[in-house]
């Protein structure tokens, strides 16, 4: 059982004593010496720009022009035969680049390593599906939400987005409802933009509830008719409860032998 935290005034103090809590950096820990992660800092050599070990696994940081290099060294010489997840972080209002990242697996030491680099907007990196046939999927994915061009990709194209989609989803600046391209997508594939005004724009919020919304949602106490206008409000109706099925709680119910 956790412990009872009294809850006295507890708007009075504050959870955290900044006003926005940032959780605090993983430590970083120093490769030791004569393990398996310095083996591998040996054998990639001046490849490695910075290096530290984070919960357990290696991180290097690389130049993006040395990423085949650095992956064919991981994998031939040092067992990493399996890149189990590569993709990107959009750091572009902050420093005009994209973080690239490489994970790969060790599956006879059960040792992980993370390639890190970074590439600028508009510069493309290449690919290493030559090396890891995972990486392929992963690439198309990156491309399609980042936008980020890759080189020597057998297909690069959408793989979870419409080939005709204007926009990359997992930029920082798309919006999260969408744009006025996605709220109109279906809508002009389907029946043609001739049928806008019949239709109207895709709700892309699925938690979105419109207070004014008559047809898709029931109003227990507040019924009306379907697809009625309650832009001047509706009227409060008495709610009726079966004598049989439901039971009003919030009075005193008859007893089993009344109702008999």
Known sequence: MRKYVPKDNVQGKSYYTDRYWVAPRVPRMEVEADSH???????LGKLSKESYVEIGQLVVHI???????????????????QCSEQSAVDYLAKDGEFELFYQLLNITEAKRVRVVCRIKKGEAIESITSLYHSANFAEREMFDMFGIKVNNHPFLKRILMPDDWEGHPLLKTYP???????SWYEVDKIFGKEYRDVIGPENRDPARIDRYDTKRFSRVGYEVPFDADISDGEKEQAIEYSETLLV?????SKTLDERR
Not at 37 to 43: H, I, S, T, Y
Not at 66 to 78: G, P
Not at 176 to 181: A, L, N, Q, S
């Open 37 to 43: 992660f310095a083996d591998v800092l040996k054998a």
């Open 248 to 252: 009003d709680y919030t009075t005193s």
């Open 176 to 182: 999260m409802i969408g744009d006025e391209f996605a």
């Open 63 to 81: 130049d993006a022009t040395t990423n085949v290099e650095v992956m064919t060294v991981l994998k031939e010489t040092c067992g990493y035969t």
